[in-house]
């Protein structure tokens, strides 16, 4: 059996023999999309954090099909609403814009119409995206004053599916395949490619892809420290609510799949580190890291800054800076938030990237390589 199978099959047990021919083609499609998906890169930095060299590394998930991890949860859901599809069937889901993304292009290989429901949150690159792909774009119903984004797209959700008996909802905040996709498949493929990380940065919002990684982590590797980020005022991993200006990462709603416990540790910091971070990071490396990457990022230089005992660490990067140049990587949007453009970061010093291959296991790398400014 191919991996692909492999992975799907766990995903969705579907009787092939009872499918109707449009939904085992269905089944076909997705086996190809995760056949065709690439192992998303890791890249490697070095650099100084309380006074001592230490390895970040990320995971690229914007490297991918649909520029973000939500394409792997997208199949996910998928597969498992697709045994429940009729040639009538149409999909809905509440989306801040990424998931919206990999299920509007998958939806349409499969012949689906999707309903993505959207705020004014939704960052304006992946609305293009969405409609290019063919998606019906439904804004939030307005709801009473001091209703969040969340609590508005889940009740015009609720809404669309009263109206429409064939509609199918995949719930991404209450399906378990969401974490499940993320334990057999994002999971091992991270874990194989660092195998000598300490600790792992994962974001939340539904919490799906920390719950996942948490346990493939843990079976695999129980030493290796989890740390669940989230920003100020999402109330993903149990904070307090209050305002937010990062999309994609933290969520009005306490998460229903992972909760402190599935982590060692949680680190929450602000917005405003995870755009500063983002910036800085670009300044120095070039690397344009998402919104959620940079609060990651944050989260990490601070634990790493409070553990000395942590050398090498793995932050999981959502997606790309691409989904921010008119917020994030924008100096008028960033100056109108009150935050300097060229705001430094916590690095010490700028990081510099190097090989896997230049780095022994004990972090001795061998030439050492010239530091930034030296000849
Ligand atoms: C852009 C983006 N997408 C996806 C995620 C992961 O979300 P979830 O917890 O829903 O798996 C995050 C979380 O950090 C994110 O920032």
């Known amino acids: 059996m ?5 992975i799907l099959g766990q995903l969705a047990r579907p009787d092939r023999t009872r499918l109707s021919g449009h939904t085992a083609k269905g089944f076909d499609l997705l086996a190809e999309r995760i056949a065709g998906y ?6 490697c930095y070095e650099l100084r954090v309380a006074g001592r060299n230490r390895l970040i590394r990320f995971k690229l998930e914007g490297e991918s099909p649909w520029r973000s991890i939500k394409g792997r949860t997208a199949i996910g859901l998928l597969a498992s609403v697709l045994g429940r599809t009729t040639d009538r069937s149409a999909l809905i889901e509440s989306t801040s814009g990424n998931l919206g993304v990999a299920l509007a292009a998958l939806a349409g290989d499969l012949d689906l119409p999707f309903t993505a429901v959207v705020d004014d949150r939704l960052p304006s690159a992946m609305e293009r995206r969405m409609r290019l792909a063919g998606a019906d774009l439904q804004p939030a119903d307005p709801g009473p004053d001091g209703t969040d984004g969340l609590s508005s797209r889940l009740r015009t959700v609720a809404r669309l599916l009263a109206a429409d008996p064939d509609a199918l909802w995949p719930d991404q905040y209450g399906n378990l395949v969401n974490p499940l996709v993320h334990r057999v498949w994002t999971g091992p493929e991270l874990l194989a490619q660092a195998p000598l990380a300490e600790a792992l940065f994962i974001g939340a919002s539904t919490g799906g892809t920390l719950a996942g990684i948490s346990r493939a982590a843990r079976a695999a590797r129980p030493e290796l420290k989890i740390v669940g980020v989230d920003v100020e005022g999402s109330r993903a991993l149990g904070g307090p609510h209050g305002g937010r200006l990062l999309s994609g990462i933290g969520s009005s709603r306490v998460s229903g799949l992972c ?9 929450v910091v602000s917005s405003r580190s995870g755009i500063v971070h983002c910036r800085a990071w670009q300044r120095a490396t070039s690397l344009s890291l998402g919104g959620s990457g940079g609060a990651v990022l944050a989260a ?3 634990h790493l800054a409070a553990h000395p005992e942590l050398t090498s660490v793995l932050c999981l990067c959502p997606d790309l800076g691409e989904n921010y140049t008119d917020t994030i990587y924008d100096d008028a949007w960033v100056q109108a938030q009150g935050i300097a453009p060229d705001e430094p970061g916590m690095m010490e ?3 510099h990237e190097c090989k896997e291959s230049d780095i022994t296991p004990e972090f001795q790398r061998t030439p050492a390589a010239p530091r930034r400014g030296e000849p």
């Not at 690439?38 to 890249?43: C, F, I, R």
């Open 2 to 6: 191919s991996r692909a199978d492999e």
């Open 259 to 267: 909760d402190q416990s599935t982590c060692d540790a949680v680190e």
């Open 300 to 302: 990490a230089l601070r």
């Open 349 to 351: 010093e700028p990081p």
């Open 38 to 43: 690439p192992v998303t890169p890791v890249v």
